[in-house]
């Protein structure tokens, strides 16, 4: 079965200080992962997603994620978080062949980020 | 705005009754997605159709179904209901079902069982 974690429940940063959310899953063979951003009263939007190819991934408004096979993580990244930036982080798994085929999601983590 | 459209926003019922949301997929959008979302469970995967057809399914319990009419709108039925299904329910769309697309989620319905 596949699986998401996301370690961390809360992340609170300053405003222009950088940004991490930490992501590790678990899937049978080559993964497809994906971050979502959920703010309040609103449904889940996507940030980005790896599929292939180069390890580090740019997405929506200025966010980065960095694939790394051998820690199973993909860590998003933002080098300078704006007040805008807090938000619920959903980090997700999908299995390229075989294993489950549904979108499985982290618990998510919320990020404040302060003035 | 995702242009994926559920309806209702909000809704209160009591234990043991019946409801049904319903979900209008972004236009194009072949493939609906039905997730819940409570604070102790996440977000929990609850089936997927595709073109009308059912393709996965992942925690739904069997008070619940659902199905996709050749207009591609979904309804999720909900019976019998418990106050441990209060929770938000989400619908996503994407164009396909290929793993590496990307879901575009409506602004969910609101449960509330009394």
């Known amino acids: 079965a596949q699986s998401v974690a996301q370690p961390e429940d809360q992340v609170n940063v300053a405003e222009g200080n950088p940004l991490t959310v930490k992501c590790t899953y678990s899937v049978s063979g080559n993964p497809y992962l994906f971050w979502y951003v959920q703010y309040p009263n609103r449904g889940l939007q996507f940030l980005l997603k790896y599929i292939t190819g180069d390890n580090l991934v740019k997405g929506s408004y200025g966010f980065e994620a960095e694939f790394n096979k051998s820690q199973t993580s993909f860590h998003l990244k933002k080098p300078s978080a704006l007040v805008s930036d807090s938000a619920l982080y959903f980090c997700a798994v999908r299995a390229v062949w075989g294993g489950d085929y549904k979108l499985s999601f982290g618990a998510g983590t919320t990020v404040t980020v302060r003035a | 705005d995702s242009g994926v459209t559920q309806t209702p926003k909000h809704l209160i019922t009591a234990t043991g009754q019946r409801v049904t949301l319903r979900c209008s997929p972004r236009s194009g959008d072949l493939s609906v997605y039905w997730y819940q979302q409570s604070l102790d469970q996440g977000l929990q995967f609850l089936i997927q159709?595709?073109?009308?057809?059912?393709?996965a399914k992942g925690n739904i319990l069997e008070r619940f179904s659902a199905q996709q009419f050749p207009d591609l709108h979904s309804e999720l039925n909900l019976s019998s209901l418990e106050l441990g299904d209060s929770a938000l329910y989400f619908c996503?769309?994407?164009?396909?079902?290929?793993?590496?697309?990307?879901?575009?989620f409506g602004s969910g319905t609101q449960l509330s069982v009394l």
């Open positions: 159709y595709y073109n009308g057809e059912e393709r």
């Open positions: 996503a769309s994407s164009l396909e079902e290929s793993p590496g697309e990307k879901l575009f």
